[in-house]
């Protein structure tokens, strides 16, 4: 078994296949998934959590995640997670 060595997590999170079709598209799936990251690491817990977690960053850490706009709403997250 071999350790995994720290990294970008924005770069191994974007190796992850996107399961949505497309009109599902609108966020990228890296940014996304690093959302989710970062919010639970930071104690946010639901989607409503994680949305109020993500809009209360600054809009540089929006972009640093990959969110080209304004991040989604919670029911991108749920329908993602689902």
């Not at 079709?21 to 817990?45: E, N, Q, S, W, Y």
């Not at 993500?54 to 706009?69: I, K, N, P, S, Y």
């Amino acid at each position: 078994m071999s350790l995994a060595c720290g990294g970008d997590l924005r770069a191994i999170l974007s190796q992850v296949p996107d399961p949505r079709g497309r009109k599902g598209r609108r966020h990228p799936l890296a940014a996304m998934l690093t959302a989710i990251v970062c919010g639970l690491l930071c104690g946010a817990r639901g989607y409503a959590g994680l949305v109020e977690w993500l809009h209360d960053q600054e809009v540089a850490v929006w972009h640093w995640m990959g969110f080209g706009r304004r991040p989604p709403k919670g029911d991108c997250f749920r329908d993602l997670l689902v």
